[in-house]
């Protein structure tokens, strides 16, 4: 094959790679973005807010979707080895984890509906704190992702444990609050099931730091993972 023909592939290669990180970086954007206001709607008791942010995690699904076929078509028709083949199954682990968050995100928001019809519980502060340590983690990771720094990244795949620490007291005052009086059952429930999910958001994050460096280094972190939930009880959302 002609050197300018090959020339010609190999770019045309790199910009679909760059494109489809490209997609991921705008998709953790908005992971990034419906969360803080998932966090903002349940701090104001904003129920419009709440409501926006329920129907913009249709956007994060279609930007997964298109991933995935962009994914399919490089490794069929590209059949990428080395880097290149982990940069596309990178992509897909990632976006997964991304529409997780964004799964996550839209129940905060469901909740949030739920409580602004009930009077406010003290706890409902402490939650925005969790919030912006997982908003903090995502932006982290995505930033790692963007320029390859896996080193950079250890520190905040660290930081997970923070929040399960946080949820851990979180979880011992709201069952506190449950025992003292039988009415605030309901709104601690709601409570419990947000906090949980910020929980589970920072450790798809995680997930996201650890496929970073492993595409980076064709390694895994030699680490054992950080985990401080020590509550033991499944609560899903």
């Known amino acids: 094959m002609p050197q300018k023909a090959t020339d010609h592939i190999v770019k045309s290669f790199d910009e ?11 998709m953790g954007g908005r992971a990034e973005a419906q969360l803080g206001d998932a ?5 104001r008791r904003d ?18 979707m298109t991933v995935a076929q962009d994914s399919l078509k490089i490794l069929a028709l590209r059949q990428p080895m080395a880097k290149d083949l982990r940069e596309v199954i990178a992509a897909i682990k990632i976006s997964a984890d991304i529409e997780r968050i964004g799964d996550y995100a839209k129940n905060i928001a469901k909740r949030t509906l739920q409580l602004n019809q009930q009077a406010p519980l003290k706890p409902t502060g ?3 704190r969790m919030g912006e340590l997982a908003i903090k983690l995502i932006s982290a990771v995505l930033s ?6 896996a080193e950079g990244l250890i520190a905040a795949w660290r930081s997970d444990e923070s929040i399960d620490e ?11 609050y449950m025992m003292e009086d039988p009415r605030n059952i309901g709104a601690s429930t709601h409570l419990l ?3 949980k999910n910020i929980e589970r958001i920072g450790d798809h994050a995680t997930n996201i730091a ?28």
Request: hydrophobic share 40%.
């Open 16 to 26: 679909e790679l760059r494109r489809l990180r490209d997609q991921i970086l705008a």
């Open 210 to 237: 650890e496929t970073v460096h492993f595409l980076v280094h064709g390694k895994p972190i030699d680490e054992t993972r950080p985990k401080g939930d020590t509550t033991n009880v499944a609560i899903h959302g």
């Open 193 to 195: 099931f947000i906090a």
């Open 126 to 128: 402490s939650i925005p």
């Open 144 to 149: 790692a992702y963007a320029n390859d720094d």
């Open 39 to 43: 966090i903002q709607a349940l701090a």
């Open 166 to 176: 946080m949820y851990n007291s979180l979880f011992r005052e709201l069952l506190t």
């Open 47 to 64: 129920s419009d807010k709440a409501v926006r942010v329920i129907e913009s995690d249709k956007g994060i699904d279609a930007l997964e």
